[in-house]
């Protein structure tokens, strides 16, 4: 045998390797600890554009901290777990902007444990260690999905979390087990809590997850072996969701809704959506017609077609309802499902296509590598990033120079308008009191530790519905009013929808360059 068929033989079985639990995790589990410790070691946490996201997260755990309630102390249609995170950070760092990436680190973990679990049961090692990877290493991040990976940000990570989670949910509804004798109740379990976490995270991922759940009820043979558990699985996670105790959290949902932030238009879905991903589409596309060619000869059932087709469609869907500039995450999940079905294909399965189907995670997670080193890289002092030094929000920096992003202000004008307004009450001349931002965002109240005013929605949409006065006011002790908003007129319209209440309630009491300060008369 020569030398390279030697070591292409062992390329083979290193690729039919079967899955050690143990192994696996010591695989996947030690380079992800080494990029969380990437995401958590520098002293500053930098922010290079849609701070705005980070601050809303922050302000939403804040209000859980005080004792609020979501979806009816304060108003967002996503879920409270993205808020339930950073509080867990709260508890473990301190009141600042790295308890977000404590949160972060908890929500990998959680992906971790599922992903090596269902991918333990049904891919061989080297597989199922990409899997992992794949799946974990985006959450971590520090950008955006379909981002360069420089791009730092910590805005919308709960859509990290929601890919991650329903292409964990996919390959465990259509990849059988390898073991037809396994443990199927520990996929029962796994499946419950992904379909629940989808749903505290975001409405859409759980949606489509009900909808694979659906599907693999009709096609999946390991899934239809139980179909009476896992109808009731899934009756239980629709039973949750329309539950009284999720009557608000429905509430808050249909009024993002009426806002118009569900994207149905045909151009989203077209031009974005599809020829914006007209590469990866190709390429699942290719996925596609193998797992349908695999059908036709009898090599696979008719589940991995169908599976396939769905899996793009969900993806194209998943991505029009993001604020996201490319990226199909939940697509990938196709390759792993050809990958298990090509292996008892001998002829078909040659090492190189194995290898190949396993490029574009592997990718992905390079990728996702990358951008946590360059963060770890960029994450310094410096003469170009502002650095704030003071309140809840210290050790938080952003760069000195740069563009807008999009219509917003650049984020250092933001951060020196929100330092100003913080100094209007930190000279002790102005008793602590519960500040309402008539602006998208209110961080206020976190930064300085004030309580935070009941009512208002937590990110605040220029299409949403008025909500009365009396809501977003009757529980705050001062009014700011920034004379530049992070969304260009969106302040002047709230003043001006609220300029009755304030002229009976809240007299002007102080006017700088950037601000105007309204605080509560005296109660009758």
Same mark, same amino acid.
């Given at each position: 045998?020569?030398?390279? %068929?030697?070591?292409?033989?062992?390329? %083979?079985?290193?690729?039919?390797?079967?899955?050690?639990?143990?192994?696996?995790?010591?695989?996947?589990?030690?380079?992800?600890?080494?990029?969380?410790?990437?995401?958590?070691?520098?002293?500053?946490?930098?922010?290079?554009?849609?701070?705005?996201?980070?601050?809303?997260?922050?302000?939403?755990?804040?209000?859980?901290?005080?004792?609020?309630?979501?979806?009816?102390? +304060?108003?967002?249609?996503?879920?409270?777990?993205?808020?339930?995170?950073?509080?867990?950070? +709260?508890?473990?760092?301190? +009141?600042?902007?790295?308890?977000?990436?404590?949160?972060?680190?908890?929500?990998?973990?959680?992906?971790?444990?599922?992903?090596?679990?269902?991918?333990?049961?049904?891919?061989?090692?080297?597989?199922?260690?990409?899997?992992?990877?794949?799946?974990?290493?985006?959450?971590?991040?520090?950008?955006?999905? !379909?981002?360069?990976?420089?791009?730092?940000?910590?805005?919308?990570?709960?859509?990290?979390?929601?890919?991650?989670?329903?292409?964990?949910? &996919?390959?465990?509804?259509?990849?059988?087990?390898?073991?037809?004798?396994?443990?199927?109740?520990?996929?029962?379990? &796994?499946?419950?809590?992904?379909?629940?976490?989808?749903?505290?995270?975001?409405?859409?991922?759980?949606?489509?997850?009900?909808?694979?759940?659906?599907?693999?009820? &009709?096609?999946?043979?390991?899934?239809?072996?139980?179909? !009476?558990?896992?109808?009731?699985?899934?009756?239980?996670?629709?039973?949750?969701?329309?539950?009284?105790?999720?009557?608000?959290?429905?509430?808050?949902?249909?009024?993002?809704?009426?806002?118009?932030?569900?994207?149905?238009?045909?151009?989203?879905?077209?031009?974005?959506?599809?020829?914006?991903?007209?590469?990866?589409?190709?390429?699942?596309?290719?996925?596609?017609?193998?797992?349908?060619?695999?059908?036709?000869?009898?090599? =696979?059932?008719?589940?991995? /077609?169908?599976?396939?087709?769905?899996?793009?469609?969900?993806?194209?869907?998943?991505?029009?309802?993001?604020?996201?500039?490319?990226?199909?995450?939940?697509?990938?999940?196709?390759?792993?499902?050809?990958?298990?079905?090509?292996?008892?294909?001998?002829?078909?399965?040659? /090492?190189? %296509?194995?290898?190949?189907?396993?490029?574009?995670?592997?990718?992905?997670?390079?990728?996702?590598?990358?951008?946590?080193?360059?963060?770890?890289?960029?994450?310094?002092?410096?003469?170009?990033?502002?650095?704030?030094?003071?309140?809840?929000?210290?050790?938080?920096?952003?760069?000195?120079?740069? %563009?807008?992003?999009? =219509?917003?202000?650049?984020?250092?004008?933001?951060?020196?308008?929100?330092?100003?307004?913080?100094?209007?009450?930190?000279?002790?001349?102005?008793?602590?009191?519960?500040?309402?931002?008539?602006?998208?965002?209110?961080?206020?109240? +976190?930064?300085?530790?004030?309580?935070? /005013?009941?009512?208002?929605?937590?990110?605040?949409?220029?299409?949403?519905?008025?909500?009365?006065?009396?809501?977003?006011? !009757?529980?705050?002790?001062?009014?700011?009013?920034?004379? =530049?908003?992070?969304?260009?007129?969106?302040?002047?319209?709230?003043?001006?929808?609220?300029?009755?209440?304030?002229?009976?309630?809240?007299?002007?009491?102080?006017?700088?360059?950037?601000?105007?300060?309204?605080?509560?008369?005296?109660?009758?």
């Amino acid at each position: 045998m020569t030398g390279l %068929a030697a070591l292409e033989q062992q390329i %083979a079985l290193a690729l039919r390797r079967p899955a050690s639990l143990w192994l696996l995790m010591l695989l996947a589990g030690l380079p992800l600890a080494f990029a969380a410790w990437l995401l958590l070691a520098p002293e500053i946490m930098v922010s290079q554009q849609s701070v705005t996201d980070l601050l809303f997260n922050l302000a939403g755990a804040w209000q859980l901290q005080h004792g609020r309630v979501q979806h009816v102390d +304060f108003h967002e249609a996503v879920g409270a777990l993205n808020f339930w995170l950073t509080l867990a950070g +709260f508890h473990l760092t301190g +009141f600042s902007p790295r308890a977000f990436l404590v949160g972060v680190v908890l929500m990998t973990a959680a992906l971790f444990v599922f992903a090596v679990i269902v991918a333990w049961r049904r891919l061989p090692l080297l597989a199922a260690t990409t899997f992992v990877l794949f799946i974990c290493l985006p959450a971590l991040m520090p950008t955006n999905v !379909g981002h360069i990976p420089d791009s730092f940000t910590f805005a919308m990570a709960y859509n990290r979390y929601g890919w991650g989670a329903i292409g964990i949910l &996919c390959l465990m509804l259509f990849v059988p087990p390898q073991d037809a004798t396994a443990q199927r109740s520990i996929d029962l379990a &796994c499946g419950l809590l992904l379909l629940l976490l989808m749903y505290y995270v975001k409405i859409t991922y759980f949606l489509t997850g009900l909808g694979a759940l659906a599907l693999a009820l &009709c096609i999946s043979e390991h899934i239809r072996a139980q179909r !009476g558990l896992w109808l009731l699985l899934g009756l239980l996670a629709i039973g949750n969701a329309l539950a009284p105790h999720s009557h608000a959290y429905l509430a808050d949902i249909g009024w993002a809704l009426q806002s118009g932030l569900a994207n149905t238009g045909l151009s989203r879905i077209l031009l974005q959506g599809i020829l914006g991903n007209n590469i990866e589409l190709a390429a699942y596309g290719v996925g596609f017609i193998a797992a349908f060619s695999l059908w036709r000869q009898r090599l =696979a059932p008719l589940r991995l /077609p169908l599976a396939a087709l769905f899996l793009i469609v969900a993806s194209v869907a998943l991505f029009t309802q993001n604020t996201q500039i490319r990226g199909l995450p939940l697509g990938m999940v196709l390759l792993f499902m050809l990958y298990a079905a090509l292996l008892p294909q001998r002829a078909l399965s040659s /090492p190189a %296509a194995l290898l190949a189907l396993l490029l574009l995670p592997a990718m992905t997670i390079l990728a996702s590598a990358g951008s946590l080193a360059a963060y770890f890289h960029s994450a310094v002092p410096s003469a170009n990033l502002l650095i704030v030094e003071s309140t809840n929000i210290r050790q938080l920096a952003v760069p000195k120079r740069g %563009a807008a992003h999009g =219509a917003l202000r650049p984020q250092t004008i933001y951060f020196d308008s929100l330092l100003q307004a913080a100094s209007l009450f930190s000279n002790g001349q102005r008793r602590p009191g519960r500040i309402q931002l008539l602006d998208r965002v209110n961080p206020l109240p +976190f930064m300085l530790g004030f309580e935070p /005013p009941r009512g208002a929605d937590l990110f605040w949409e220029p299409t949403a519905p008025p909500r009365a006065a009396e809501t977003v006011l !009757g529980d705050a002790d001062y009014v700011l009013l920034p004379k =530049a908003s992070t969304a260009p007129g969106f302040s002047e319209a709230l003043h001006l929808r609220y300029a009755p209440y304030l002229a009976q309630h809240f007299p002007q009491r102080e006017e700088t360059a950037l601000w105007i300060l309204y605080s509560r008369a005296p109660r009758p």
